[in-house]
């Protein structure tokens, strides 16, 4: 005997798809008819599969970044045999907020991970006022770093020439601060505003630590192997996009192109230069 049921999928417009079936094949047969002339219908599953995916992907990469800073600075801090001098107060202020910024990157790809929109807004605006000290201790740390002539954890190797050592922590600094504030201004277009916050972590924040961990594992003279891993982190929302949307988003491939011309431009340009040297005399003065 036939059992009459009544089934509601939605579609597109606000309007929802009845299936009325004399049985479970009779309702599927129709609901495939329907998919044929909709074709909404048939790409739902597939769209929610793709949303779920992107989720996962914002949360682990929030997590390597934390990963990155604990590999990168770990050896120097276990290790002490090969400081040059103890962690001061400003140090320890400097590292404590940029890993409270981390721990909130990782809050707010899983708060929108589980849907709870309103509180990664409210934590959003609240991380606004991170950034500026974070930027102010940064500053701070890189200026005492150059008059001191060395890095404390001896990882970074700048003896040689501090001035030409104080060129990429500033200009990570301009990298973050930007791409921060350009984050926050596309905060309800969702699609530039994640994508943005991504490369404003991965760029502004990522290459100390791996300059870190490549200055104390392979010393100064594999220096430019820290190239390998900030490309491969810069990229990663662009290889994502065309992985699971068969497209890359502009603002992942412009926006990682972008931040890794600035780096080439700092150290193989800006940094060798005798304007900068004569810039950074006077900002350490």
């Known amino acids: 005997m036939w059992e009459t049921r009544s089934v509601r999928f939605p579609s597109r417009g606000g309007r929802a798809l009845c299936v009325h079936g004399g049985g479970t094949v009779h309702g599927l047969m129709m609901l495939s008819f329907r998919a044929m002339r909709d074709p909404a219908v048939a790409v739902a599953p597939a769209r929610a599969h793709t949303r779920a995916v992107e989720r996962w992907f914002y949360i682990g990469m929030a997590i390597a970044t ?21 962690i001061t107060p400003l140090v320890a202020a400097h590292g404590t907020v940029y890993f409270a910024w981390l721990m909130v990157f990782l809050a707010q790809t899983t708060l929108v991970a589980t849907r709870r929109i309103s509180a990664h ?18 500053y701070m740390t890189a200026i005492t770093m150059a008059r001191r ?16 050592g104080l060129v990429n922590p500033l200009g990570d600094l301009v990298i973050f601060g930007i791409l921060v504030a350009v984050g926050y201004a596309f905060r309800r277009r969702r699609e530039i505003h994640k994508r943005v916050m991504l490369l404003a972590t991965v760029g502004g924040l990522m290459p100390a630590p791996l300059a870190h961990l490549i200055g ?40 990682a192109l972008a931040i890794l011309a600035w780096l080439l431009l700092l150290n193989g340009v800006i940094g060798p230069s005798a304007a900068w040297h004569d810039f950074a005399r006077w900002a350490i003065r």
């Open 216 to 255: 104390h594992t392979f010393a100064p003279r594999m220096a430019p192997l820290i190239l390998v891993p900030i490309t491969l982190f810069l990229f990663a929302s662009a290889a994502y996009d065309r992985v699971s949307r068969g497209r890359v988003h502009p603002v992942s491939l412009c926006g």
């Open 149 to 164: 002539g060395f890095d404390l954890s001896g990882d970074i190797h700048i003896d040689a020439d501090p001035l030409l």
């Open 121 to 138: 807004r409210r934590l959003g605006t609240a991380a606004m006022f991170l950034a500026p000290i974070m930027i102010v201790l940064g």
């Open 66 to 86: 934390i990963v990155v800073v604990a590999v990168g600075f770990g050896p120097s801090i276990v290790d002490t045999a090969a400081r040059k001098g103890p």
